[in-house]
């Protein structure tokens, strides 16, 4: 992975800390029950782009492998870090919404472009 490539992914990371650290209030309104679950699909989303971006066009299934485990090993220690942000807790759905959008869109990349090969 060159390290120049990495650098938004890492940059993007950083900010989802930041906004992991906020503290937690009430006053912001969900559009609906489990809104946040969306949130969390798109934030991380976006984290799978970025981090499928920083390896090979030509990516071979392990580095694929190492994109989702990136993506889903960063969304468990993103709620851990969570809980313990006052206001905030730890959710396990949170979790699962994050990975879900990570390999939706890691996936989404492999289809659009075609590029895994075997090894």
Do not use: N
Not at 84 to 90: E, M
């Amino acid at each position: 992975m060159p390290t120049l490539r990495a650098l938004p992914a890492l940059a993007y990371a950083v900010w989802i800390a930041w906004l992991s650290s906020r503290p937690a209030t009430d006053s912001s309104p969900l559009l609906f029950p489990h809104f946040d679950k969306v949130l969390h699909f798109l934030l991380f989303a976006g984290q799978g782009v970025l981090v499928r971006w920083a390896f090979p066009a030509a990516i071979t299934r392990l580095q694929l492998a190492a994109c989702w485990g990136i993506c889903a090993g960063y969304a468990v220690l993103d709620e851990f870090h969570q809980s313990f942000v006052p206001g905030r807790h730890s959710d396990p759905l949170d979790v699962l919404a994050d990975i879900a959008g990570a390999t939706a869109a890691i996936v989404g990349w492999q289809v659009v472009s075609g590029s895994c090969r075997r090894r």
